[in-house]
């Protein structure tokens, strides 16, 4: 299908493409067994410039957009939903930062973290506050020229390996969301902790770790924005890193359906490969139909973005939403058609299946999508 990628997307796209087939796939099941961190991965994603997509040109980007990003996030799923978050989950963690940090703040940070010398988080949820983000309760309270940071943050995409996390807390109480503000905070401020590290269904090649501060001493010249702005900022945040989170969902469907449609073609049974049986065929049918369609809006979502469309936080919950549940759908069929053995870890189906699962609960869930679609609905 034509989706009208530009000569440089295409360029792009053949890259990551060859170093997701020539460097990802080799270690996509080792990573995924261990639970391990793909740090030589990492050198390979940061020489390459892929940490650099969204960041603006005077920063040391390559002043591209949420189209590259969802590019680059979709080839790298194809081989490991795991591995491929280290570059969304890094560019989530810069989002903030690009929405509400000052001049000085951008140039003192973004270089680093594009170049991929150092990695990102964002931190937001809270073990009381996941769907409620709202409801959030670390507090950060200003003391003379710093802000003193208390509370904890939980499920930290890459949590134990970031240097640099962008984090939302309560500045003000009695104001709800209006009285929050969002921080840069580094690890090697005084009273910065990294907790438990979690171990996880799927994604395994990624780190997921709580993230708790204790007195935490953070710069107030570190503020992004200005206080009452920090649900704002994540909320902007959001609506600019749900695509990520479809493009990662889309290549895992992607990766999953080539595996299925190669299996049927060369599994023989009842004397014949099973792709010639019409149950088989009109499986991979709706899967190609599915994950066509789920590209389809995902591509238009991110462009919406990048175009600088008002509104973009509907197309980007309903991407989201689609691909999400496309990957879900998609990932479960392509066990089936293996059938027995795709049920087995030595088989590399049922990682697929096992790595679809978080798109559709995290960075919102989808019932919290479908939320955001409904209120945007009424609104408009
Ligand atoms: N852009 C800018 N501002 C936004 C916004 C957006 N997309 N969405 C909400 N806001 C603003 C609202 O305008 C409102 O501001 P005012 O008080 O000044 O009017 C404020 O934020 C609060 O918004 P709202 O009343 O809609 O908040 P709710 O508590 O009802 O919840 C949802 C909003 C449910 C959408 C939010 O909590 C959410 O997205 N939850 C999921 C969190 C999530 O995705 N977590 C994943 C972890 S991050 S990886």
């Given amino acids: 299908m034509d989706y009208f990628l530009t000569e440089d997307q295409m360029a792009l796209r053949d890259l990551v493409r060859q170093i997701a087939v020539e460097k990802v796939k080799p270690v996509a099941a080792q990573h995924d067994r261990d639970g391990t961190f793909p740090w030589d991965l990492v050198k390979i994603f940061a ?73 990102a988080a964002f931190c937001l949820t809270e073990p009381g506050a996941g769907s409620d983000a709202g409801a959030m309760k670390t507090r950060a309270e200003k003391k003379g020229d710093e802000y003193i940071l208390n509370g904890t943050k939980v499920f930290i995409t890459n949590g134990s ?32 902790k990294v907790g438990k590290e979690e171990d996880k269904m799927g994604i395994r090649a990624s780190s997921t770790a709580e993230i708790i501060f204790e007195d935490c001493r953070v710069p107030a010249k570190n503020l992004l924005g200005r206080e009452g702005e920090g649900f704002m900022i994540a909320m902007k945040t959001l609506d600019k890193s749900r695509p990520g989170v479809a493009a990662q969902a889309l290549g895992i469907a992607q990766g999953a359906f080539d595996l299925a449609l190669d299996y049927a073609k060369t599994r023989v049974q009842f004397g014949h490969p099973i792709i010639s049986l019409q149950a088989v065929q009109f499986m991979l049918a709706d899967m190609a139909t599915a994950i066509e369609s789920a590209r389809a809006l995902l591509y238009l979502a991110a462009r919406n973005v990048d175009a ?18 496309v990957a879900m759908k998609v990932t479960t069929d392509a066990v089936q058609i293996f059938g027995g053995y795709g049920y087995m870890r030595d088989y590399p189906i049922e990682k697929y299946m096992r790595d679809a699962k978080i798109t559709q609960i995290y960075e919102g869930t989808n019932q919290i999508q479908r939320m955001v679609i409904a209120r945007s609905l009424t609104r408009d």
């Avoid at 390459?48 to 960041?55: I, K, T």
């Avoid at 490991?80 to 001049?103: D, K, N, Q, R």
């Avoid at 600088?308 to 309903?318: L, Y």
């Fill in 47 to 119: 020489e390459a410039g892929l940490f650099s997509a969204c960041v603006p040109e005077n920063y040391g980007g390559m002043g591209l957009g949420i189209m590259e990003l969802t590019i680059i996030t979709e080839e790298l799923s194809k081989a490991c939903g795991g591995i491929a978050l280290s570059v969304a989950a890094s560019s989530l963690g810069m989002f903030p930062m690009l929405i509400g940090g000052t001049e000085e703040l951008k140039q003192h940070y973004l270089p680093t973290l594009a170049a991929g010398k150092k990695l």
């Fill in 308 to 325: 600088g469309e008002k509104n973009i936080g509907k197309v980007s919950a309903m991407c989201k939403l689609l691909a999400s549940d």
């Fill in 161 to 192: 390996v970031a240097d640099v996390f962008t984090v939302i807390a309560v500045t003000d109480p009695s104001r709800g969301a209006r009285g929050t503000a969002a921080f840069v905070v580094e690890k090697s401020f005084p009273g910065f």
